[in-house]
């Protein structure tokens, strides 16, 4: 079974709280929320530190993993 990608989730769908794998360290986030060049994210859940996740275009998004 190949993995879910952002792109797979409905359009419908909120992205907070969406699990995903962030490929260029290939650890596990929780999304905040996004900007024009990245997703701010969590390590866990209720953490309260938010990290800035960068990608060059903001279409990379859509090819990241969704973790269960």
Same mark, same amino acid.
């Given at each position: 079974?190949?993995?879910? +990608?952002?792109? %797979?989730? +409905?359009?419908?769908?909120?992205?907070?709280?969406? =699990?995903? *794998?962030?490929?260029? %360290?290939?650890q596990? $986030?929780?999304? &905040?929320?996004?900007?024009?060049?990245? &997703?701010?994210?969590? *390590? *866990?859940?209720?953490d =309260?530190?938010? $990290?800035?996740?960068?990608?060059? %275009?903001?279409?990379? &998004?859509? %090819?990241?993993?969704?973790?269960?």
């Open positions: 079974m190949k993995p879910m +990608k952002i792109r %797979d989730l +409905k359009p419908s769908q909120p992205l907070s709280g969406i =699990k995903f *794998k962030f490929p260029a %360290d290939g596990i $986030y929780h999304w &905040v929320s996004q900007w024009s060049h990245g &997703v701010w994210a969590r *390590k *866990k859940e209720h =309260k530190e938010i $990290y800035p996740l960068q990608c060059m %275009d903001f279409q990379q &998004v859509l %090819d990241w993993e969704v973790v269960p």
